[in-house]
């Protein structure tokens, strides 16, 4: 089995930084794609941002230029450091993991997430 576990969430004034971390553990062979993503209050999950493995990225619009996506693949971690925060850029946020597993005879990758961490933002 495989599992993410985020950290780094909690509450900032408009204009701060945070720095959220996701760590995946288990068994695992690979993993290709790494993501961000949040969810407001009453609202759809929505992608934040996303890094291969070969460390190219995308980002959402909203965040362009005020968030970055990064990750350690000797530890398995992706990190989203963001700056500039907005109250709108309050929510849930869940890391995710393209992984393929240990032993896989297919290669085939496997989507997981972690359980999120609250981001809150006050104006």
């Known amino acids: 089995q495989v599992q993410l576990v985020e950290s780094g969430g909690g509450l900032v004034q408009a204009g701060g930084s945070l720095r959220l971390s996701c760590a995946a553990s288990g068994s695992i062979f690979s993993i290709n794609v790494m993501g961000w993503h949040r969810q407001a209050p009453g609202k759809q999950r929505e992608l934040v941002a996303v890094i291969t493995s070969g460390g190219s990225t995308n980002y959402s619009d909203s965040v362009k230029g005020r968030f970055t996506i990064s990750r350690d693949n000797a530890k398995n971690t992706v990190y989203l450091q963001m700056n500039s925060l907005k109250p709108e850029d309050t929510g849930v946020y869940y890391c995710?993991?393209?992984?393929?597993?240990?032993?896989?005879?297919?290669?085939?990758?496997?989507?997981?997430w972690g359980q999120g961490t609250q981001v809150t933002v006050s104006s």
């Open positions: 995710n993991a393209l992984v393929v597993r240990s032993g896989s005879y297919t290669y085939t990758p496997y989507n997981y």
